[in-house]
């Protein structure tokens, strides 16, 4: 039976050239009706002072546990404590292209990360500020950043359309209205009331009524608005497309 030693035989580790892998964490949430992403300011090299998205090296660790414990360092959050359970976390893609890290060859495994209602950013690892911004204000962003966050954001935007994720987004019992102010702020533009509403209540197991009405009144003054609980619904059919996506479908 070969051994260990057999397999190593011949092998010297100078020859190689060194490689890394780090996660990085796109962590996207909505404040004040707005679509917001995660940035931090790098406190080292290489980029010092740039904004990035929080990440850093794995360590003896699971990619998802690498991947929980920046977001935990950047939110304060901790799993079990503060509810971090309750972010959606999943694998992005795996970013290699060569020279995209100065320093040496490094792959990383991007995360996004969705969550309603995350806390104010504090600062970990080796960043200098952590701070949540608009999405549409992110601006230039080291090394690939800026299109891991756009990768992201394709995803993001995608979720809504296939899977009931929204309904996270807004409490236990919610009206359309605000239904519709989690698809904008994702999506990043304005919906027709009267076609969204329609559309969701097409959508067999997506939304339930409660048979209850908000008694905080309706939109614009209107009477009041009736509030539905989320369905049983883990993918939408028929999906609800964006606008200009379905414009193309046309």
């Not at 011949?10 to 050239?17: E, H, K, N, T, V």
């Not at 998802?64 to 976390?89: F, I, K, M, Y």
């Not at 519709?180 to 939304?207: C, D, I, M, Q, T």
């Amino acid at each position: 039976m070969t051994n260990e030693r057999e397999f190593l035989e011949g092998y010297d580790p100078g020859a190689y050239a060194p490689v890394a892998v780090t996660v990085d964490v796109v962590a996207l949430t909505i404040r004040d009706a707005r679509l917001h992403v995660l940035l931090v300011e790098r406190g080292g090299h290489p980029f010092t002072g740039w904004r990035a998205l929080p990440g850093g090296f794995v360590r003896d660790e699971t990619l998802d546990g690498a991947a929980l414990r920046e977001l935990a360092e950047e939110t304060g959050l901790r799993p079990g404590e503060d509810d971090l359970d309750r972010v959606h976390l999943e694998q992005l893609r795996s970013y290699g292209n060569p020279g995209r890290d100065p320093r040496m060859r490094v792959v990383s495994v991007a995360y996004l990360a969705f969550a309603p209602s995350l806390p104010d950013p504090r600062a970990g690892g080796d960043a200098s500020g952590a701070f949540w911004v608009p999405v549409d204000e992110a601006g230039e962003l080291a090394f690939d950043h800026a299109a891991i966050l756009a990768d992201a954001l394709d995803r993001a935007r995608a979720k809504l359309e296939y899977t009931p994720l929204a309904t996270a987004f807004v409490g236990d019992e919610f009206t359309i209205g605000e239904l519709r102010a989690v698809y904008a702020a994702v999506w990043g533009e304005e919906l027709h009331a009267g076609n969204f509403h329609r559309k969701v209540l097409s959508v067999p197991g997506f939304v339930e009524s409660t048979g209850e009405t908000a008694a905080r009144g309706g939109e614009r003054g209107g009477p009041k608005a009736r509030l539905y609980r989320a369905g049983d619904a883990r993918l939408l059919h028929p999906a609800l497309l964006r606008p200009a996506r379905e414009d193309g479908i046309r």
